[in-house]
């Protein structure tokens, strides 16, 4: 066997430190779930460490996509009208078009990007590509052009989907992100940038973290196959028997830290375990315990950065149910309090309207009506 040199090894880790020091503190988590009824309900965290001013926006049908390629390339910007007016949510610090990282349109197409970094390589544009769009449009384009999960899975690849830092000022990392896409037939895909390609994959997990890529995450699950929702209450031990302190421990060896790979793990069985909800309500309320198993408090996930401690936090959670057109919003301060909204309402209006996240009006049950006057 080949022996690797001590001083590398050490540089090996030291690398592989850094790098996941740099990028531990951007943490999201999604997960997908239907009712019996048929009821889709699509939820997710959003966690970060800095300030991005997140704010909800209402796009109606008709408003216009910017589709463009990198300005070095002097290819033809086009301007697509949008067939589906939507609701999404996007950091207002970021400069020019929103960039959506969450959202749902009129016909149950819901979106959840979330932050892919060391692993994400967006596609090259070049001079003979006729369709493209950039990282910061690539939400408004799949909301706002398509309907479900199929007809995306089948028109999204015909795009090129670029970044370049200089055309996108405001943010203070880059926009490495993967996406989830789910519709209200239950059906669901993630959208991954590898290797300068392309990626679907589907979604049979129903749940999406961040870094490492899905198919790895897919892999990684299959080393808990022994969890279990169902414990032994009591084990003979020489003739003794000895019962067991309390309920729960078949899932003795879940993971409880906060890190991508173990948020997936913990989202993925305790979804799979629960009792599947009756209809819209019940799914909702489940839906909002799940995510409270990987919602992170504020202290607890932190790290040194540019010589100051940062701590990565849970700044918002959003439930939409696909079927119905509802939300459910709440922020870190009210976080047992959630914003109800009637998206149906919300595209009848079809006016562009905005609100800070953190200014919305808490902890009311019900803004609609305030939304659309």
């Known amino acids: 066997m080949r022996k690797f040199p001590l001083i590398h090894f050490r540089c090996f880790i030291v690398t592989v430190c850094l790098i996941s020091f740099t990028y531990s503190s951007f943490a999201c988590t999604a997960i997908n779930m239907t009712a019996k009824d048929g009821t889709v309900i699509a939820g997710r965290t959003m966690e970060w460490p800095l ?20 300005s070095d390339l002097d290819l033809p910007a086009t301007k697509l009208s949008s067939d589906y007016a939507f609701v999404g949510i996007a950091p207002s610090i970021l400069e020019g078009s929103p960039a959506f990282l969450e959202g749902q349109n009129e016909a149950g197409l819901g979106m959840s990007g979330n932050f892919l970094p060391q692993f994400t390589e967006y596609q090259t544009v070049t001079a003979q590509d006729k369709q ?15 309907g479900s999960v199929k007809e995306l899975r089948n028109e999204i690849p015909k795009y090129k989907v670029w970044y370049d830092p200089s055309e996108v000022k405001g943010l203070p990392v880059a926009p490495w992100l993967h ?12 959208i991954e940038f590898v290797k300068g390609q392309m990626v679907i994959h589907d979604n049979v997990a129903n749940v999406l973290t961040n870094a490492p890529t899905y198919d790895w995450h897919l892999l990684n699950v299959r080393n808990y196959l022994s969890l279990s929702d169902e414990g032994r209450s009591s084990v003979m031990i020489d003739g003794a028997n000895v019962t067991e302190l309390g309920q729960g421990g078949g899932l003795l060896g879940l993971p409880a830290d906060y890190t991508p790979p173990s948020r997936f793990v913990r989202a993925t069985y305790l979804s799979h375990f629960a009792t599947q909800p009756k209809a819209s309500a019940d799914a909702i309320q489940l839906m909002g315990h799940l995510l409270n198993n990987v919602d992170i408090p504020l202290g607890v996930s932190k790290n040194k950065q540019d010589g100051q401690t940062v701590s990565d936090y849970t700044q918002w959670v959003a439930i939409k149910d696909l079927t119905n057109n509802q939300w459910s919003i709440a922020n870190y301060a009210n976080r047992t309090n959630y914003i109800q909204i009637d998206l149906n309402q919300v595209f009848k209006s079809n006016k562009t309207m905005r609100w800070m996240i953190d200014e919305l009006p808490y902890p009311s049950n019900d803004m609609t009506s305030q939304l659309i006057k």
């Open 179 to 190: 996406f989830v896409f789910t519709d209200r037939s239950g059906e669901s895909i993630v």
């Open 132 to 146: 493209y769009v950039s990282i910061v449009n690539f939400g408004s384009l799949a909301l706002g052009m398509f």
């Open 51 to 70: 300030e991005m001013k997140w704010e909800l926006l209402a796009i109606p049908k008709g408003t216009q996509i910017d589709i463009s390629a990198p």
